[in-house]
């Protein structure tokens, strides 16, 4: 798989279900200077990771037509993409260790807006300078 693109600003994909909560997200990280793209399901997160290349994937665990953690193995085995940032997030407190597999992190819901910034500013990526 090759390396991500040069690009101005980094790129996070959302894989949410739930438009209210990735317009949220994607609102609070544009406003921190990223490009955002959003997936509805499993499979367009697959497919926007693999079409993308982005520099950190955000995925909601219980997300349809293959599931959040079977798309991060898969992301993880066949994408051939080892470096990948994900963040894994659901409103389930008690995750299995299996499904968190492949993540970098992991997030609880409701996202708390500093523990985000804090955990996108550790991936070390350049958004604008009020970040």
Known sequence: MKAPPNRAQPLIVI????????????????LLGF?????????????????????????????????????????RQELLLPDLRMVAISTSKRIPRTSLRG???FLPKPIDCEQLCRTIKKFSL????AF
């Not at 399901?41 to 293959?66: N, Y």
């Not at 350049?126 to 300078?129: F, R, S, V």
């Open 35 to 75: 490009q955002v793209m959003v997936a509805r399901d499993g499979k367009q997160a697959i497919r926007l990771v693999r079409e993308k290349l982005p520099d950190v994937l955000m995925i909601d665990l219980t997300l349809t037509k293959s599931k959040g953690a079977a798309a991060v193995a898969r992301i």
């Open 126 to 129: 350049t958004g604008n300078a």
């Open 15 to 30: 894989a949410e279900p739930d438009e209210d909560e990735s317009s949220l997200l994607k609102a609070i990280l544009k």
């Open 103 to 105: 993540s970098t992190v």
